[in-house]
């Protein structure tokens, strides 16, 4: 799955020239977290709420409202946005956006394609949400939970004996442990559990740890 598949192509943007309580409307407004600012079509930068709220004037300034609101109307974003965005393409693969999510420590990813234009953005709440479907959240079913060989054909063989049992399978997850050895999810629904279990007797390579509903 690329990123494209997932990601918010109807991307709200604002300039380097858009004031600091322009910015802060159009945030709250749509009730969004980040803005990526664009100049000439292409990605200037990206503020955040917390970086709006950051460059406020703290609660002990002795300006006036008056003067305050003067001050932030003339605060452009270009004073305070991050200039150096990460990005990626709109062919990543996901599983790589949440990498650099995840080490870089941010919260969304502006998106380009080959020209380098902004054509999308996509969050880690969008990461979540595919990644729980992907897991076979909210359908009804049985999840079965293997410690698995690393080897060709393990994967197979627990698909195949689930299907022979009647199965239709929901969804199939892997990852790996620290002995060398992987985790297996299998979600499936009108499995006749018997028969599966009996199936799974022929698999040598793969030990069920547990199932639940």
Same mark, same amino acid.
């Given at each position: 799955?690329? /990123? $494209? %598949?997932?990601?918010?192509k109807?991307? =709200? &943007?604002?300039?380097?020239?858009? @004031?600091f *309580? ?11 977290r980040?803005?990526?600012? /664009? $100049? %000439?079509?292409k990605?200037?930068?990206? =503020? &955040?709420?917390?970086d709006?709220? @950051?460059? *406020? ?16 109307? $003339?605060?452009?974003?270009k004073?305070?946005? =991050? ?13 790589n ?7 870089k ?7 380009l ?21 992907m897991?076979g ?44 050895k992987?985790?297996?999810?299998v ?22 740890l547990?199932?639940?509903?």
């Open positions: 799955m690329l /990123v $494209k %598949d997932v990601m918010t109807e991307v =709200i &943007t604002i300039t380097p020239d858009t @004031s *309580s322009d910015a802060m409307n159009i945030l709250r407004k749509n009730k969004i980040r803005l990526p600012v /664009v $100049k %000439d079509g990605i200037a930068g990206i =503020i &955040t709420e917390k709006l709220l @950051s460059a *406020s004037p703290s609660a002990a300034t002795t300006l006036d409202i008056w003067e305050l609101q003067y001050l932030l109307n $003339k605060l452009k974003v004073e305070i946005m =991050i200039k150096n965005v990460v990005t990626v393409k709109e062919t990543t693969p996901l599983e956006a949440a990498k650099i999510m995840a080490e420590k941010i919260g969304a990813l502006p998106v394609n080959d020209n380098k234009e902004l054509v999308g953005i996509i969050t880690e709440t969008d990461i979540f949400k595919t990644f729980v479907k897991l959240a909210g359908r009804k079913g049985t999840r079965y939970t293997f410690e698995a060989e690393d080897e060709p054909g393990v994967i197979y063989n627990i698909a195949k004996f689930a299907a022979d049992a009647g199965a239709n399978i929901i969804a199939i997850s892997s990852y790996p442990l620290h002995n060398g992987y985790i297996v999810v979600k499936v629904e009108n499995v006749d559990h018997n028969k599966f279990l009996e199936y799974l007797t022929a698999c040598k390579k793969a030990k069920l547990y199932f639940s509903e």
